[in-house]
T-cell receptor, first 114, second 112 residues
Framework: NAGVMQNPRHLVRRRGQEARLRCSPM?????VYWYRQLPEEGLKFMVY????????ESGMPKERFSAEFPKEGPSILRIQQVVRGDSAAYFC????????????FGSGTRLTVV | TQLLEQSPQFLSIQEGENLTVYCNSS?????LQWYRQEPGEGPVLLVT?????EVKKLKRLTFQFGDARKDSSLHITAAQPGDTGLYLC????????????FGQGTTLQVKP
């Protein structure tokens, strides 16, 4: 029973490029959450998705960031025209319900913008 | 805006000592979770507390949820070097959508 799978583990992008981060939830989990962890800071909520729906995107920057969770395939967090300030660890968590019980985090994607 | 203040931010102790980490807020949370995170990895859930006044024990770790569900503490007895890591508290927000609000974390170092 695989856990939450995130890839890539490490991603290096030049300023202005696009970053695509993928998250496959645990089997049977249909609720996906994305968090960002800046150096020396705690995790900050970005977006909550269910299959084909964005439920809460209150933590997403208004520009350049988007997320999706299609009917088939992994959830994708997309960052367009990356800037140095986007460098962070991005974590995905999945849950079997819309509550915080049973939350499982992936190992994260470490994005470095050079 | 719901916030969680976690203290202390850093703690360095000798093996065998006891310690307590605190997580405080002015807001009520429907549940509160404690995680441990190793460098380069994602947070791993230690415990979820739901009821005000609830106490849960996990070997040498004791977790308590405040009566008003606004604060929590993590107490470690006889700390060991293997307890070294980043400890995070996280509260489930008022939206009841599973969105978690995290404290800033406590970096614990236990020296042999």
């Amino acid at each position: 029973n695989a856990g939450v799978m995130q890839n890539p583990r490490h991603l290096v992008r030049r300023r202005g490029q696009e970053a695509r981060l993928r998250c496959s939830p645990m089997k049977g989990h249909s609720h996906v959450y994305w968090y960002r962890q800046l150096p020396e800071e705690g995790l900050k909520f970005m977006v909550y998705l269910q299959k084909e729906n964005i439920i809460d995107e209150s933590g997403m920057p208004k520009e350049r960031f988007s997320a999706e969770f299609p009917k088939e395939g992994p959830s994708i967090l997309r960052i367009q025209q990356v800037v140095r300030g986007d460098s962070a660890a991005y974590f995905c968590a999945s849950s079997p319900s819309d509550r915080a019980y049973g939350y499982t985090f992936g190992s994260g994607t470490r994005l470095t913008v050079v | 805006t719901q916030l969680l203040e976690q203290s202390p931010q850093f703690l360095s102790i000798q093996e065998g000592e006891n310690l307590t980490v605190y997580c405080n807020s002015s807001s009520v949370f429907s549940s509160l979770q404690w995680y441990r995170q190793e460098p380069g990895e994602g947070p791993v859930l230690l415990v979820t507390v739901v009821t005000g006044g609830e106490v849960k024990k996990l070997k040498r770790l004791t977790f308590q949820f405040g009566d008003a569900r606004k604060d929590s503490s993590l107490h470690i007895t006889a700390a060991q070097p293997g307890d070294t890591g980043l400890y995070l508290c996280a509260g489930e927000g008022s939206s009841n959508t599973g969105k978690l609000i995290f404290g800033q974390g406590t970096t614990l170092q236990v020296k042999p």
